[in-house]
Nanobody, 120 residues
Framework: QVQLQESGPGLVNPSQTLFLTCTVLGGSFTTDEYAWSWIRQPPGKGREWIGHITNVDTTYYSPSLKSRAAFSRDTTKNRITLRLTSVTPEDTGVYYC????????????WGQGTQVTVSS
């Protein structure tokens, strides 16, 4: 059974760069069957797909975040990192790491989420 654990700073100042990490426990981190996504949910709003990274490090981003978001993987630590630059209060929300199965378009396994607040 795969488990996804997000971690991050909690509070970030506006204009700074946010780094979030997702550690994958159990399951297979390097299979072609899955990709690794980030999805966020601002307070009082619906979920927003940020993008995902595949097993060969191909990345896909939401058009609205493409200029500021970047994903990377560390296969030695089973870890995915999200970098989001120039954050504003509109980036506040709960950020989820999700295992995505492209063949089924299925976001099947979710982490518990990590709260990010952008404020001075």
């Amino acid at each position: 059974q795969v488990q996804l654990q997000e971690s991050g700073p909690g509070l970030v100042n506006p204009s700074q760069t946010l780094f979030l990490t997702c550690t994958v426990l159990g399951g297979s981190f390097t299979t072609d069957e899955y990709a690794w996504s980030w999805i966020r949910q601002p307070p009082g709003k619906g979920r927003e797909w940020i993008g995902h990274i595949t097993n060969v490090d191909t990345t896909y981003y939401s058009p609205s975040l493409k200029s500021r978001a970047a994903f990377s993987r560390d296969t030695t630590k089973n870890r995915i990192t999200l970098r989001l630059t120039s954050v504003t209060p509109e980036d506040t929300g709960v950020y989820y790491c999700v295992r995505y199965q492209p063949s089924l378009a299925d976001f099947g396994s979710w982490g518990q989420g990590t709260q990010v607040t952008v404020s001075s």
